[in-house]
T-cell receptor, first 111, second 111 residues
């Protein structure tokens, strides 16, 4: 069964560094999402992406964040200058037609 | 209160018993979805109920939706130890692409 994959599974970075989290959505899906989950807290919507552009973003998704679908396969989330509070699990999801399928997540630790 | 609050926050039951979790939301929605998350893992979609539906079944799962009360419940019948997980409701606010997740219920099923 096709599934959403994410790399890396874990990322440790220094505060102020840039990180790129990668996702490969399920191939015939058209809607893509990024979420984050701080340890022990609820899942928070970051951004939705459709037709090569952002369709919705949350207040969390500020200028430090960007998303891209560079090659029709990968879907990336870039954090330009990481802060301590960016430490969280980041989940990618793709949707078809109404059901979201989540990847296993990337655990990001900012030191 | 927040969009997507769930109660109880935690629930501990014996194997074979039924587990009921509730979700409340604040805005008009297109649909409501329930997800399961095993500790530290990605979310797995369980069931979707549309705003014009009142009840839906899938295996041992039964979901109800009361749009007048802006609430939903998830019933897991004949629970198993493998049902131990966190359960989240998620809503899509009408007219948006934004999914809002509830605070989650941590279910523990004791063998």
């Amino acid at each position: 069964e096709p599934e959403v994959t994410q790399t890396p599974s874990h990322q440790v970075t220094q505060m102020g560094q840039e990180v790129i989290l990668r996702c490969v959505p399920i191939s015939n899906h058209l809607y893509f999402y990024w979420y984050r989950q701080i340890l022990g807290q609820k899942v928070e919507f970051l951004v939705s992406f459709y037709n090569n552009e952002i369709s919705e973003k949350s207040e969390i998704f500020d200028d430090q964040f960007s998303v891209e679908r560079p090659d029709g396969s990968n879907f990336t989330l870039k954090i330009r200058s990481t802060k301590l509070e960016d430490s969280a699990m980041y989940f990618c999801a793709s949707k078809f037609p109404e059901t979201q399928y989540f990847g296993p997540g990337t655990r990001l630790l900012v030191l | 209160s927040q969009q997507g609050e769930e109660d109880p926050q935690a629930l501990s039951i014996q194997e074979g018993e039924n587990a009921t979790m509730n979700c409340s939301y604040k805005t008009s929605i297109n649909n409501l979805q329930w997800y399961r998350q095993n500790s530290g893992r990605g979310l797995v979609h369980l069931i979707l109920i549309r705003s014009n539906e009142r009840e839906k079944h899938s295996g041992r799962l039964r979901v109800t939706l009361d749009t007048s009360k802006k609430s939903s419940s998830l019933l897991i019948t004949a629970s198993r130890a493998a049902d131990t997980a966190s359960y989240f409701c998620a809503t899509v606010v009408t007219g948006t692409y934004k999914y809002i997740f509830g605070t989650g219920t941590r279910l523990k099923v004791l063998a």
